[in-house]
Nanobody
Framework: QVQLVESGGGMVQAGGSLRLSCAVS????????MGWFRQAPGKEREFVAA????????YYADSVKGRFTISRDNAKSTVFLQMNSLKPDDTAVYYC????????????????????WGQGTQVTVSS
C-alpha cells in the first residue's frame, strides 16, 4: 500500500519561510517523478513544483519560481518543498503526489500524471 505523508505546514507571516516534507512508503520512491500541488479556498488544485526521479531536473509554476525549491532524498524516500518569501496568496492546502507507473504520457503539471496523493498540509500566510 502506497502512502504519502506530508508535514511542515503551519502559519507564517508574509516574507517568512516554511519547509514541507513528504515521506513516501510502499513503492520504490527513486523510480518516480514527485510533485507538489496546492488548493486555495474556492479554487481548483494547481501545480506548484515537480522533481524528476533522480532529482536532477526541477519544474516550477511561474507564481513560485525563484521563491520555492523542490528537492528529494531518495535514500529517505522523502521529497521537500522549501518555501521562502511567502505571500498571502500562497495560503492553501499543499499536497505531495507521486507519479503513476503508466502516467508518463501526461505532462508533469497535470494531476493525471500522479496516481498517489498525500492528505495535504495547511499553509497559512498572514499579511
Amino acid at each position: 500500500q502506497v502512502q504519502l505523508v506530508e508535514s511542515g505546514g503551519g502559519m507564517v507571516q508574509a516574507g517568512g519561510s516554511l519547509r514541507l516534507s513528504c515521506a513516501v512508503s510502499g513503492r520504490t520512491f527513486s523510480r518516480y517523478l514527485m510533485g507538489w500541488f496546492r488548493q486555495a479556498p474556492g479554487k481548483e488544485r494547481e501545480f506548484v513544483a515537480a522533481v524528476n526521479a533522480l532529482g536532477k531536473r526541477t519544474y516550477y509554476a511561474d507564481s513560485v519560481k525563484g521563491r520555492f525549491t523542490i528537492s528529494r532524498d531518495n535514500a529517505k524516500s522523502t521529497v521537500f518543498l522549501q518555501m521562502n518569501s511567502l505571500k498571502p496568496d500562497d495560503t492553501a492546502v499543499y499536497y505531495c503526489a507521486s507519479e503513476g507507473p503508466l502516467s508518463g504520457s501526461y505532462v508533469y503539471t497535470s494531476e493525471r500524471r500522479y496516481d498517489y496523493w498525500g492528505q495535504g498540509t495547511q499553509v497559512t500566510v498572514s499579511s
